[in-house]
């Protein structure tokens, strides 16, 4: 089967290098393509020299945009599996091959890598915490399925599942959404333990009231999504 | 005529002249000018016969008719801008798969000269 690693990245030459060299590493039989989301420094340039395929988009769309043009190529390119892996270095190479087994062995249609299978193994902030676990159980009861980490970005979809994304994909928040979108195409989904980076350098700007706001408006789109008309 | 009906019969038909005058010179679509030529049109007859402004105003309940003109006026602004919001929403799906498509041919065609100077390497391919 071959394997496509879409690897979003906005401003991230500083990762780009050791996500590129990893992934060589442990999966040497995939071909890795950066996708490059409007960077303004040099993510392109140094992908380029590692010698990663890159599509550079024009401008920032975000990365439900961004991720969508890596599927595109996975479609029009003909991959069998297609695996999303963040730029910036949280995701760990080393765990691609237990993501793509269940699709391998024909079980799921989507794979998705999740920090909180294994108990104790990742420590979010409290309030992501809380939000995680809120879109969980509705995710759960839409779904009819146990879904524990529908914000990861770690994930593997097969052809089917390629297909449908190359055509609709969330925008707004595209982890969650699409879980929704596939669940109403009948594709099936499987969740697989899978340890992750912890954020070591600030970012994370999530305070109570921002992360009440998000949750609203992710909330929102799940539902606005179960109305939506797929094909 | 009054003074009032004279303003209003002006503000309308300068309203609907401007319209026309954009679609003539190409500066604003047929297919969005409808909503405007519609309210240029209602706004004029409105303002040329007051008596039919309060007939209806009357008939609908409505105790003071220009009332009926500033529900009128909302209503066709609220239709107006939710219309932009889905011409917006088009738009901007249009402006992803144009990025989206730019970035694959731009990445096939650093392949395809990639590929022509390897062939040029070993002896094929076309010199530019």
């Known amino acids: ?15 780009i290098t050791g996500v590129i060299r990893d992934l060589r590493k442990y999966v040497p039989q995939a071909e890795v393509l950066i ?24 401008f920032n ?6 991720v969508q043009t890596g599927y595109l190529y996975a479609y029009q390119h003909d991959y069998d599996i297609a695996v999303q892996f963040d730029g910036d270095g949280q995701h760990i190479a080393s765990e691609v091959k237990k993501l793509i087994e269940p699709l391998e062995s024909g079980r799921a249609d989507l794979s998705i890598g999740s920090r909180f299978l294994n108990p104790g193994a990742y420590h979010a902030p409290i309030f992501r915490k809380l939000g995680i676990r809120i879109f969980s159980f509705v995710l759960s009861r ?7 980490d529908s914000t990861s970005g770690f994930r593997a979809a097969n052809r089917r599942a390629i297909e449908f994304f190359s055509r609709s ?10 879980l929704v979108l596939l669940h109403k195409m009948n594709m099936r989904m499987e969740e697989v333990a899978a340890a992750m980076r912890e954020r070591t350098s600030g970012r994370s700007s999530i305070t109570p009231v921002r992360s009440v706001y998000y949750m609203t408006k992710v909330l929102m789109a799940i539902f606005i999504d179960l109305l939506k008309k797929v094909r | ?3 009032l009906k004279f303003l209003a019969v002006m503000g309308s038909g300068a309203l609907l002249v401007i319209v026309v005058e954009l679609i003539r010179r190409g500066k604003l679509k047929e297919r969005y000018s409808l ?4 309210a240029g049109v209602v706004l004029l007859i409105f303002s040329t016969s007051r008596y039919l402004l309060e007939l209806i105003s009357h008939a609908l ?3 003071y008719p220009p009332s009926f003109l500033f529900l009128l006026a909302f209503f066709f602004l609220l239709l107006i801008t939710l219309h932009f919001s889905v011409v917006i929403s088009g738009l901007s799906e249009k402006n992803k798969k144009l990025a989206q498509e730019l970035a694959l041919m731009r990445q096939d065609l650093k392949n395809a000269i990639d590929g022509n100077a390897i062939a040029i390497r070993d002896g094929a391919g076309e010199r530019p």
């Open chain 1, 1 to 15: 089967m071959n394997i496509l690693i879409i690897v979003p990245a906005f401003n991230e030459e500083e990762s």
């Open chain 1, 35 to 58: 996708v490059d989301d409007g960077s303004a420094d040099a993510t392109t340039q140094v992908a380029r020299e590692m010698g990663a395929k890159v599509l550079e988009l024009p």
């Open chain 1, 61 to 66: 769309l975000g990365i439900g945009g961004a």
């Open chain 1, 142 to 148: 839409i779904l009819g399925m146990a879904v524990t």
């Open chain 1, 169 to 178: 994909y969330p925008d707004d928040y595209p982890e969650v959404e699409s």
């Open chain 2, 1 to 3: 005529m009054d003074l």
């Open chain 2, 35 to 38: 909503l405007w030529l519609f």
């Open chain 2, 61 to 63: 309940g409505i105790f």
